[in-house]
């Protein structure tokens, strides 16, 4: 009735916005990611009645309202797919981050696949990854992603047998290096979701999006590494525009961020050095090199004014051991 999982955040690559549905979180198209480690959440979860009700807890602060609501999608999911009579019992979740949050870095991604994970386990749902990624991605489609782990794609679909996470084949793990620029500016990616398809550009990204998606997946089969991120590179200002372009205006960018842009853009044109930037909906810079490079391009990028993490490729999210349980 107890357990404790981890899993890793993402780096979108071809990335979603927009949901056709905001419950059962189902996007409007597919969307491509890789895991970011040794960035991770761990999540304790447990089933019992000596509980009063359902708590939840991220980072020594219950969750409330919205935030709270989310958790109880994943917790009901789990329920409705276990046959345990355990799970009528109040649940208590407990989480932990290895790393800022609500700055553009995925916490939401890794925070519901180790809670889907766990669950998964305590309420004895016997399940591969692709189905656990159902009950993550109700909580946040990304989260999908991140059980998969690596390099994953998420379908969308109208149900669960469609929609769900698979892990890619790719050697580009070995090579890679994730240099994070951090612009610690607070970001709310749900509300850019919201408002995404009455941007006037949302359509001609949707319809743009499944070709991204194809040569994607190509370039990552052939571990063609300038592919891969020269495509993140684009996606992310394709994901900025249609953002920026909504009722609301939202302008996550902020002068550190353009600064690393920029920077990564004069390394690649001037010293010929490969190296890509890319964002999600936030103001945080991933920049994406190889070994052979990654401390001269994180020295470079410092230089902009800016806290900087080399992380690299993480797995899929998975069980820990009793000694690692939260509470």
């Not at 807890?57 to 919205?66: A, N, T």
């Amino acid at each position: 009735m107890k357990a404790t999982a981890m899993a890793h955040p993402i780096q979108g690559l071809v990335k979603y916005h927009g949901m056709r549905d905001d419950i059962k979180r189902l996007p409007y198209h597919d969307s491509i990611s890789v895991c970011t480690a040794p960035s991770h959440t761990r999540t304790t979860v447990e089933f019992s009645m000596d509980y009063d009700e359902d708590t939840y807890v991220v980072d020594g602060e219950e969750l409330e309202g919205r935030a709270a609501e989310r958790v109880d999608a994943v917790v009901e999911k789990a329920r409705d797919l276990s046959d345990a009579a355990h799970t009528v019992y109040p649940v208590r979740l407990e989480s932990e981050n290895s790393f800022p949050t609500n700055v553009g870095l995925g916490s939401s991604s890794s925070g519901f696949a180790a809670a889907a994970m766990a669950l998964a386990d305590a309420a004895e749902i016997d399940a591969d990854r692709p189905t656990i990624s159902t009950i993550a991605r109700v909580g946040s489609a990304s989260a999908a992603r991140a059980v998969t782990g690596a390099f994953s794609h998420l379908h969308t679909g109208l149900n669960d047998e469609d929609c769900r996470s698979e892990r890619l084949p790719s050697n580009l793990h070995e090579n890679l290096k994730i240099i994070v620029g951090l612009v610690p500016y607070h970001k709310e990616t749900e509300d850019a979701h919201d408002e995404a398809a009455d941007s006037h550009m949302f359509q001609a990204r949707n319809a743009h999006i499944h070709g991204q998606i194809a040569e994607m997946r190509d370039a990552l089969r052939n571990d063609d590494f300038e592919g891969v991120f020269e495509l993140a590179e684009h996606d992310s200002l394709s994901l900025a525009a249609t953002t920026m372009t909504g009722p609301k205006g939202w302008v996550y960018w902020q002068p550190a961020t353009l600064a690393v842009f920029n920077r990564v853009r004069e390394l690649r044109e001037e010293e010929d050095i490969p190296v890509y930037f890319s964002t999600d909906t936030g103001a945080t810079v991933y920049v994406n090199t190889t070994d052979e490079y990654a401390e001269e391009v994180e020295e470079a990028i410092s230089d902009c004014g800016v806290s900087t993490t080399v992380w690299d490729v993480g797995g899929p999210a998975r069980l820990l051991d009793e000694d690692d349980h939260l509470f």
